[in-house]
């Protein structure tokens, strides 16, 4: 199993945080997702590519790139 922090842009509330999860989420081979508003970052563990969890996060409304 693999872990990508991804740096997300654009979340300013608890919705946010639930949005772009729930993007995530949706991912197939996604298994499980942290969002942490106050860092900007989501955590994501399983399989998906990261092109895959990035046109996610872009299509829910968010920016988001690999954290480096």
């Known amino acids: 199993m693999n872990e990508v922090i ?3 842009q ?3 509330c608890g919705h946010c945080v ?3 999860k729930k993007a995530l ?3 197939p081979g996604v298994t499980h997702v942290e969002v942490d508003l106050s860092a ?3 955590v994501v563990q399983g399989g998906a590519s990261v092109e895959a969890m990035i046109k996610a996060v872009t299509q829910a409304g968010y920016g988001a790139d690999v954290k480096g």
């Open 25 to 27: 989420g949706k991912v």
């Open 6 to 8: 991804l740096k997300v």
């Open 40 to 42: 900007g970052k989501a």
């Open 18 to 20: 639930m949005a772009v």
């Open 10 to 12: 654009g979340m300013t």
